[in-house]
């Protein structure tokens, strides 16, 4: 079982950047893959961006390339997203994903609330 718990969401005003953190109950390297996920209020959840356990490759929505990063730190088995330039439509509930095992299993956070507004 995997432990997932997201942190670093708030309010910020537009143009502004937060960075969120998935902490992982276990090795982060032993993971096939993290991914952040958001949903907004009467939408569907989109796919963010992903991080590879083995060798770190990432990949990003189109329309998020550019102002956000993920990345990892393996000795705090922790994951970020460094959101910057920050829009209202970031607005959302952010959630960490990660696989493990064969067959991979899927694993969620509960979620990390990030507003836009002024």
């Known amino acids: 079982q995997v432990q997932l718990v997201e942190s670093g969401g708030g309010l910020v005003q537009p143009g502004g950047s937060l960075r969120l953190s998935c902490t992982a109950s276990?090795?982060?390297?032993?993971?096939?893959?993290v991914r952040w996920y958001r949903q907004a209020p009467g939408k569907e959840r989109e796919f963010v961006a992903r991080?590879?356990?083995?060798?770190?490759?990432?990949v990003y929505a189109d329309s998020l390339k550019g102002r956000f990063t993920i990345s990892r730190d393996n000795a705090k088995n922790t994951v970020y997203l460094q959101m910057n330039s920050l829009k209202p439509e970031d607005t959302a509930v952010y959630y960490c994903?990660?696989?493990?095992?064969?067959?991979?299993?899927?694993?969620w956070g509960q979620g990390t609330q990030v507003t836009v507004s002024s």
């Open positions: 994903n990660a696989q493990k095992g064969t067959p991979l299993r899927n694993y």
């Open positions: 276990t090795f982060i390297a032993n993971m096939y893959a």
């Open positions: 991080i590879f356990s083995a060798g770190g490759s990432t």
